[in-house]
T-cell receptor, first 111, second 114 residues
Framework: DQQVKQNSPSLSVQEGRISILNCDYT??????FLWYKKYPAEGPTFLIS?????DKNEDGRFTVFLNKSAKHLSLHIVPSQPGDSAVYFC??????????FGGGTRLMVKP | GAGVSQTPSNKVTEKGKYVELRCDPI?????LYWYRQSLGQGPEFLIY????????DSGLPNDRFFAVRPEGSVSTLKIQRTERGDSAVYLC????????????FGEGSRLTVL
């Protein structure tokens, strides 16, 4: 039972353009949604989050959008940079700070 | 250290052996989590400690897996009678406040069971 899904395993974008990563979830009890970024041989690092009572959160080049009725969230990166190339995980939080992760999307930003 | 430290970084063992993986969280973080990441998948929750006690161990796959955090700081994940399917990267994370949603992950311990 995959409660958090990232349907695109990979995404390739030209430097300077927008990257849009998508995530769908099924459990209405999730109260917080987060994006983590992971480089090879490193642990995931927190990128940005959004509360379930909001529909948008912006931090510099990164913006997360939440559509609760569709149980969908997305991460926008603009402009994309080669250093953004990594695997991005969507995560949803339930009680006790326990996160359920999606399968990840590998983003490749080409110079 | 400044971050979450996990040892060993790599462990190769034979089927049936016992394995211990250690996690040293960020100083002062009260919450500690173990996750497992198999190839091509996202991290999968195993167990969560708040202080010394396991607040939720619902993610442990079976009774071969056990974790302790006796003094509320360092934690050890113990796997008995290892199986090839246990091969994965075991990630530890800590958090200063269980309400933030933000976890700080270590680099993981890669376990290979031959």
């Amino acid at each position: 039972d995959q409660q958090v899904k990232q349907n695109s395993p990979s995404l390739s974008v030209q430097e300077g353009r927008i990257s849009i990563l998508n995530c769908d979830y099924t459990n209405s009890m999730f109260d917080y949604f987060l994006w983590y970024k992971k480089y090879p041989a490193e642990g995931p690092t927190f990128l940005i989050s959004i509360s379930s009572i909001k529909d948008k959160n912006e931090d510099g080049r990164f913006t997360v959008f939440l559509n609760k009725s569709a149980k969908h969230l997305s991460l926008h990166i603009v402009p994309s940079q080669p250093g953004d190339s990594a695997v991005y995980f969507c995560a949803a939080r339930r009680a006790g700070n326990m996160l359920t992760f999606g399968g990840g999307t590998r983003l490749m930003v080409k110079p | 250290g400044a971050g979450v430290s996990q040892t060993p970084s790599n462990k190769v063992t034979e089927k049936g052996k016992y394995v211990e993986l250690r996690c040293d969280p960020i100083s002062g973080h009260t919450a500690l989590y173990w996750y497992r990441q198999s190839l091509g998948q996202g991290p999968e929750f195993l167990i969560y400690f708040q202080g010394t006690g396991a607040a939720d161990d619902s993610g442990l796959p079976n009774d071969r897996f056990f974790a302790v955090r006796p003094e509320g700081s360092v934690s050890t994940l113990k796997i008995q009678r290892t199986e090839r399917g246990d091969s994965a990267v075991y990630l530890c994370a800590s958090s200063p406040d269980r309400n933030t949603g933000e976890l700080f992950f270590g680099e993981g311990s890669r376990l290979t069971v031959l």
